[in-house]
């Protein structure tokens, strides 16, 4: 994998964060039909940047990966 499509896969999961994100903080009622409070968008933003926190640590991962193996190549 070139480090050219590991930066676009990068964009791509930035611009799904900041949909989601923006998605979450603009929205009036979530799909049970509980009204969004200020604390319950605060804590929805936690799990949404946990989630891609996890997601990041597997990417550093596999970037030291493949930074590994292109110098041994």
Known sequence: MSFKIWH???IFWIIVFLTA???VLL???DATGVIQTPVIRILTSIILICFFAIIA?????????IKKNKKTH
Do not use: A, G, H, S
């Open 57 to 65: 640590i597997i990417q550093f991962v596999i970037w030291l990966f």
């Open 21 to 23: 994100e923006t998605f």
């Open 8 to 10: 676009y896969l990068n």
């Open 27 to 29: 929205r009036k009622v």
